[in-house]
Structure formats: structure tokens, C-alpha cells
């Protein structure tokens, strides 16, 4: 199935007004809870707009905080670096 935006939106809404259960919602379009809590979020926060896919990207990297870079150095060639 492809989940465009209207659709996303009617199982949002259809599990916020109690018309069908977050379990059922989940098991019959095969959804994980993450995946339906991380819809039901962008709605809240950005409405519709916020369930477009690369738009939810961009949300989700927006809230992530990134781990530095960390260069691995090998020992040189010509150096024996001893085995503790």
C-alpha cells in the first residue's frame, strides 16, 4: 500500500476520535506503533504538511542530536604497536 498524506492522516484521525483501536489500526495496515506514534506527532506538530515523507525526514533529523565524528587513526606500517 502506498501511504500518501490523506491516508496517513484518516488512521490519525480515525484512532484519535476512538473509531478504531491503536492495536487494530496498527495490525490492519501493517504499521508498526512507532511508525503510527511518529504520524500522530507530525500531525500534532506540523499538521498535515508534516506527514509528507521527505518532510518527516527532515523533521526526524531535525530532533536528533548528532554524534561527533571521530577519526580512527591505524597504526603507521612501519610501527609495532605492542598487544596488551
Known amino acids: ?5 490523506r491516508r496517513k492522516a484518516e488512521v490519525v484521525a480515525a484512532v484519535r ?13 501493517r504499521l508498526s506503533v512507532e511508525e503510527f506514534l511518529n504520524w500522530e506527532r507530525l ?3 506540523h499538521g498535515l ?4 515523507v521527505t518532510r518527516s525526514q527532515q523533521y526526524r533529523d531535525a530532533g536528533r542530536v548528532k ?11 612501519g ?3 605492542p598487544d596488551h
Open 17 to 29: 476520535n476512538g473509531l478504531i483501536g491503536l492495536d487494530e489500526a496498527c495490525e490492519r495496515y
Open 49 to 52: 504538511r508534516g506527514l509528507r
Open 67 to 77: 554524534a561527533p565524528s571521530v577519526a580512527l587513526s591505524r597504526p603507521s606500517a
Open 1 to 5: 500500500m502506498r501511504w500518501v498524506i
Open 43 to 45: 500531525v500534532t506538530a
Open 79 to 81: 610501527r609495532h604497536t
